[in-house]
């Protein structure tokens, strides 16, 4: 059974916390206008098939849903410090339950950067048909797994004082490895590196509707292999910590 | 070992030869060395002890915290897991903040939402004391009300067994006051309470029983009077210039004799033969006091010596 009282405080307890606001939803704002807002007639940025709006309208929506899905990392080493991973061992939440909960919170936050950036997008003429729109989130959704669980993994390893730096730093350079800032092309040693990485499937989500261009088996493979690889990091650091004393 | 083998109550709290050891940089350390235990439901008990004595790791291993070496915990015929997730169990742990972004009312709300048959959060607000802050935010509060909304969240469960780890650390002496009050209160409902404490005043005073620990075992166990009774020290002050001391510890019932300038100080095995010995004896000796010891004495008593096994009043057959 979901919790839903319970998981209503987790989610309200992540949107009040305002420095998180910023890395996760003002920033990748800022940068989109910035960045799209004097380019918003390029048609095919960097011969990438797509115009430059719609292109950032991704890259950044990926830069900032992954730091929202990796910031459950963040709430939990709080958690661990301040002892409420220990206090909730003795309540009847399951296990499962306190997973669903920070994993559906995540995507919770994950959601809003996706709408806020849809609609800054569609303000500088980012224009798709329903279909593709959907297609596109769910794309993103999906490629936002292997983060969940690389929150929550990083949340059971390391300590308050490490996992700013680390999910902040993490974050952005797999943005850049993944092609946040400006596109792979379809060679060379960048590219190579880029399509083993979660990141760059995030940011191919936006070539949906260019046949055969968004996610071909590649994809999928990468998506499910990180996923399956980082769960089981996951699963692991928390037994792990959860048996210290 | 001198603790009672009473008959364990079926219905009650069981501890039998709890053992653990714990791996560090000087060596093995044995925490806990084969300790048992029987709690009638509705009992308070105080598990007493100086830092090191190894309450902690009992109450992690009967809370299933931590898993025992060797002996088992059985709590209202359940294992510490299956009595947690029917929600029977709430603690307070040793140490812990609470989780931010959140009030004081909101995170009981969340946190009763957890249980099967909570209490209702405003009757918990009103039992702690909590109303006028229940819209606080909880990093802002104060020591003593973080304590204050770990003890609420302990019973918002409505368990049948409370534990509480050294609860009143961070209180100042009226906070602990009122924080005693509350637990006396929930414990009147026919709640078990387990708490551990270096207070000894606070077992005195809050408990109907004392577990006393130290290096591990268990080194006395029974009422506070018993455990005052078994070390039976109370002193004598009076103010008497010219008695020799030696001569003073020789009347009956001391078991001690100090002066100090112009008094002398007395620690009597019995109070009550030592003060008519001492009367009859000196019946110049005036000013006298005698002092109720308290359980800071038999605290002292019983655990002071690291290298004797545990001391037990009664001779070894």
Redesign the interface.
Known sequence: MT?L??I???L???L??RRFFFVSLGLPLIFYFVIASPNRHVHNYDNSGISLPLYYMVGLTAFGTMVAMVSTGTRIA??R????T??L?????STRAYFRAKVLVAYMMSGLTIVLLGLAGSSLGVSLPAGQWLAMVGLILVALLPFAALGIMLGHLLTVDSIGPATGGGASLLAFLGGTWFPLGSHGFLFQLGRLLPSYWLVQAAHTGLTGHDWPARGWITIAAWSVLLVGGALYAFRRDTKK? | MASPATAAPEDGIRLEGLTKSFRSQQGLVHAVRGIDVSIHRGETVALLGPNGAGKSTTIDMLLGLLPPDAGSVSLFNHTPRQAVDAGLLGAMLQSGELIQYLSVRELLTMMAAIYPTPLGVDAVLEQTGLQAIAGRRTQKLSGGETQRVRFALAIVSNPDLLVLDEPTVAMDVESRHEFWDSMRAFAARGKTVVFATHYLEEADQNADRVVLMARGQIVADGPPTEIKGRVGSRTIRATLADADPGELAALAGVASAERRGEAVVLVCSDSDQAIRALLERFPAARDIEIAGAGLEDAFLALTADPDADAPDPDPAP
Do not use: F, H
């Open positions: 919790n009282v319970y209503r405080y987790e309200l307890r992540a009040r916390n709080a958690e410090q301040a002892g409420w220990r206090q061992r003795i309540t009847p939440l004393v």
